[in-house]
């Protein structure tokens, strides 16, 4: 079945389970925004608006992941120098996501001091 796959721009599967009530609601959103089901769930979980809340809690718990994340770089690459590319990716990714969040965050902040100020 995989071989079948090869040749598509998407080619990787994403699952998640829900209880029943939250499939019919799922559903529900499916049929009145008239989207194929893919294309909701791309939409969906791509454009929706992420926050990160600031505080010693957070900045710790973010730390702690950006350092595992460097360490697993630093493991894979003295295992496997190629496979090292396919993990580059998913970091550039994150960072990427990251990167947004922030500027987003600080044009909002920007705004809302703007507003404040009058």
């Known amino acids: 079945m995989s071989g079948l796959d090869k040749n598509r721009n998407r080619n990787q599967t994403v699952c998640f389970r829900a209880t029943p009530e939250e499939r019919r609601q799922i559903e529900a959103r499916i ?18 608006q992420i926050t990160i809340s600031v505080g010693k809690y957070q900045s ?36 990427e996501e990251l990167a947004e969040l922030i500027n987003k965050n600080s044009e909002e902040l920007q705004i809302k001091d703007l507003a404040t100020e009058k």
């Open 31 to 48: 049929l009145v925004t008239g989207l194929p089901k893919g294309e909701y769930y791309r939409q969906s979980l791509l454009h929706q």
């Open 60 to 95: 710790d718990r973010l730390s702690l992941e950006i350092r595992k994340l460097r360490e697993q770089v630093e493991r894979l690459d003295n295992i496997c120098p190629e496979a090292t590319n396919e993990v580059l990716l998913d970091c550039r990714a994150l960072l």
